[in-house]
């Protein structure tokens, strides 16, 4: 199970950090990744950060701005969004997946239930 935090109403130029905790005790040997969905949009990919956290991937949207970490000891994963822009409004999801790091929907077997991130212009 996964629960997701951290979201908020921001000034466009701020920064957010969310949170996701996970429960179980195989939290190492998922992918763990961040996807969000804004108003009448598809849920997309935001970034990825593989078992041990040794590797990353994110979305060119996000690229050099957003930053995913993880805490295997703590069962955690973060993602810390700095100079955010009103395009960055959506509801962000934490998920965990079995399969290769990468950006596919399909590929996350388990979402968290999502938090609201809201930059105003």
């Known amino acids: 199970q996964l629960q997701a935090s951290g979201g908020g109403l921001v000034q466009a130029g701020g920064s957010l950090r969310l949170s996701c905790a996970a429960s179980?005790?195989?939290?190492?040997?998922?992918?763990m990744g961040w996807f969000r969905q804004a108003p009448g949009k598809e849920r997309v990919f935001v970034a990825a950060?593989?078992?041990?956290?040794?590797?990353?991937y994110y979305a060119d949207s996000v690229k050099g701005r957003f930053t995913i970490s993880r805490d295997n000891a703590k069962n955690t994963e973060s993602l810390q969004m700095n100079s955010l822009k009103p395009e960055d409004t959506a509801i962000y999801y934490c998920?965990?997946?079995?399969?290769?790091?990468?950006?596919?929907?399909?590929?996350?077997?388990?979402w968290g239930q999502g938090t609201l991130v809201t930059v105003s212009s």
């Open positions: 998920a965990a997946s079995s399969r290769p790091m990468g950006q596919r929907i399909s590929w996350y077997d388990y």
């Open positions: 179980g005790r195989t939290f190492s040997s998922y992918v």
């Open positions: 950060i593989s078992r041990s956290g040794g590797s990353t």
